[in-house]
């Protein structure tokens, strides 16, 4: 099976940059994805890494290290827009992706 | 143009009742699934069909009767249903995942909230 784990909550200045980490345990795993999640809405997704190192998409920067099992999410020049839960998802076999246990992002002033 | 659609998006009912969700994908992705997001905003795998064949079923009561009339519908029987069963129920869809080279994004609808009371 799989487990990813990430802090529950996170909060951070308007304009700074964030980073949200993921560490996982899995096995056949693919790759890792991060998903946006407003409030009261659905799951978005920002970006994926199907192999080690960074890739960046505008003001979101994902990493993966599968060596160490960890990956993490940049967020830069923080908008009170990003304020949001974020999540990360391993893809592995069989069809699934199985997301974590998701981080709340507070963007204050 | 929706892409995946679901409803109803607020379903409230009474324990022991029969609910179903419904939920369609105008994407022309083979695979389908079924997540749960309880009060603390986990999202958990249920169900996912490749092509109307179920591909995983994660321990998921009897009660809960997925059906898939093509790849394009994935619909979600409860029955007798329990508190506990309050969540957000999302249906979404991808390409089939097994295409390592494709990025695995999942597309989701935007939710069913259902409330047993």
């Known amino acids: 099976g799989q487990s990813l784990e990430q802090p529950s909550e996170v909060t951070a200045v308007e304009g700074a940059i964030v980073q949200i980490n993921c560490t996982y345990q899995?096995?056949?795993?693919?790759?890792l994805s991060w998903y946006q999640q407003h409030d009261g809405g659905a799951p978005t997704f920002l970006s994926y890494n199907g192999l080690d190192g960074l890739e960046e998409t505008g003001r979101f920067s994902s990493f993966l290290s599968r060596s160490d099992s960890y990956g993490y999410l940049l967020l830069q020049e923080l908008q009170m827009k990003d304020s949001a839960s974020y999540f990360c998802a391993g893809r592995g076999g069989y069809q699934k992706v199985t997301f974590g246990t998701g981080t709340k992002l507070q963007v204050i002033p | 143009d929706t892409a995946v659609s679901q409803t109803p998006k607020y379903l409230v009912t009474q324990m022991g009742n029969d609910k179903s969700i419904k939920c369609e994908q105008n994407?022309?992705?083979?695979?389908m699934y079924w997540y749960k997001q309880d009060s603390k905003k986990f999202l958990k795998i249920m169900f996912s069909?490749?092509?109307?064949?179920?591909?995983i079923n994660e321990t998921v009561p009897n009660r809960f009767s997925p059906k898939s009339p093509d790849k394009a519908h994935l619909n979600l029987h409860i029955n007798s249903l329990e508190l506990g069963d309050s969540a957000v129920y999302f249906c979404?869809?991808?390409?089939?995942?097994?295409?390592?080279?494709?990025?695995?994004?999942?597309?989701f609808g935007e939710g069913s909230r259902l409330t047993v009371l």
């Open positions: 069909y490749n092509n109307k064949e179920l591909i």
């Open positions: 979404a869809s991808s390409q089939d995942l097994r295409d390592r080279d494709d990025t695995g994004e999942l597309f």
């Open positions: 994407l022309g992705h083979d695979t």
């Open positions: 899995t096995s056949g795993f693919y790759g």
